[in-house]
């Protein structure tokens, strides 16, 4: 990496910082729920198409894209623009879609998850092509993902399967509190059905209890989720009954149909296969005749694109010897004087790139991930500022490290 290439981004970057934060906050001020992300996009779109890059536009399912270069590797950097609602308004000690400014910290709905990065993206883009202008020994594609909260993973998964975009690497732009993330527990979810024989109430004895049947397998799942054991750097799996749904002629009657609702979080070495094994054997334990399921996520994008995706969203993780995190890390004591690894305890659109592609996936972002989703999201400016300059300089420190 040349002295004088380094110096010439994060001094544009700096020269960058007002539009920068003029750009997040406008973010912040677009409402963008799941599903309803047209203005951001188009916004976006528009502002990549201004900074000059190559290409911007949306594809089929509602992503924006924006490409510069056209150079063998191609890299992907991407924050998802679609947020979870906000219910409570009165918790609030900021106006949510303000993007109100205190002290060096902007506050609002996305200012954690994960508008900030979208931004740097943006601005790294622009610097780039101020900078280098043209003749990248890579291709950069920025990615603002639509419908991330509801399906996480699937909009890339769209992407590198129907557009035919397929990047050799991936940033996300999660929050990572300016560490580089490596991998992330996975996810899934599963559905335990055991059916039954109505009687009345008055006759119970002459039916057989779907809610009885899952009673023992009930136990054995709250035994099951303190036997897991931890995998380093993940940390330990875990599963979690989240709803029982029954259904009886009346509520005088016998049950002859119940389900549970399962969540599922996988450390290493763990997967849809092992899951679903180690629920038939309890199954098997109790002599039960229970039929275990993993349920269709389903839904539509702005756009009207239909999807429908399996509830299993796998477990990924990277050595920090790896050249990409190897890479990532000495972008980051460039660009913010130190350098740390770490791992999401939440999941992320690397379950499609990491998890289902296979493709090298880190992550490094402002923001701290236990702020997501609540109503103290904060941003410091500063941080923003930093991660840009990891995001204008890092192409460059992987194309040199592979």
């Not at 899951?275 to 334990?285: A, G, M, P, R």
Request: charged letters at 25%; a positive charge; proline letters at 4%.
């Amino acid at each position: 990496m040349e002295k004088s290439l380094k110096e010439k981004l994060f001094k544009t970057v700096e020269a960058e910082k007002e539009n920068l934060f003029r750009l997040i906050q406008r973010l912040i001020q677009i409402k963008s729920y799941s599903g309803e992300e047209k203005e951001i996009v188009e916004f976006i779109v528009g502002k990549m198409k201004e900074y000059g890059f190559d290409e911007a536009y949306h594809d089929g399912f509602g992503n924006a894209i924006g490409k510069i270069g056209n150079g063998p590797i191609k890299i992907m950097f991407d924050a998802h623009i679609d947020t979870v609602k906000v219910t409570e308004t009165e918790n609030w000690a900021h106006p949510p879609f303000g993007g109100e400014i205190v002290n060096g910290k902007m506050y609002g709905r996305g200012v954690v998850d994960e508008k900030p990065a979208m931004a740097g993206f943006m601005i790294a883009g622009k610097v780039l092509k101020q900078v280098y202008g043209y003749d990248f020994p890579f291709t950069l594609y920025v990615v603002g993902s639509v419908l991330e909260e509801d399906a996480d993973g699937y909009p890339l998964y769209h992407i590198i399967q129907n557009e035919k975009i397929k990047p050799d690497y991936v940033v996300l732009g999660e929050p990572t509190n300016l560490q580089v993330y490596r991998g992330q527990r996975g996810r899934m979810e599963l559905k335990i059905t055991a059916t039954g024989k109505s009687a009345h109430g008055a006759h119970n004895h002459k039916g057989i209890n779907a809610i009885y049947k899952l009673q023992p397998i009930l136990a054995e799942i709250e035994k099951l989720d303190k036997k897991l054991k931890p995998k380093q750097p993940l940390g330990k799996g875990s599963i979690t009954v989240s709803q029982i749904t029954s259904k009886a002629p009346s509520t005088c009657s016998v049950a002859d149909f119940c389900q549970i609702h399962i969540d599922r979080r996988m450390t290493i070495g763990e997967n849809k296969k092992t899951v679903v094994k180690e629920l038939q054997e309890i199954i098997k334990k109790h002599k039960s005749d229970a039929k275990v399921s993993i349920p269709n996520v389903e839904g539509k994008s702005w756009k009207g694109t239909e999807f429908c995706q399996e509830a299993y969203f796998p477990t990924w993780v990277y050595d920090e010897k790896h050249p990409l995190v190897d890479a990532a890390m000495k972008t980051s004591k460039a660009a913010i004087g130190k350098a740390k690894s770490g791992v999401w305890s939440f999941s992320t659109n690397g379950v499609a790139t990491a998890g289902h592609f296979g493709i090298p996936t880190i992550g490094f972002a402002p923001g701290k991930e236990e702020l997501s989703h609540s109503s103290k999201e904060e941003l410091v400016l500063n941080d923003l500022l930093k991660a840009t300059k990891f995001y204008s300089l890092f192409p460059f420190e992987l194309v040199n490290r592979i």
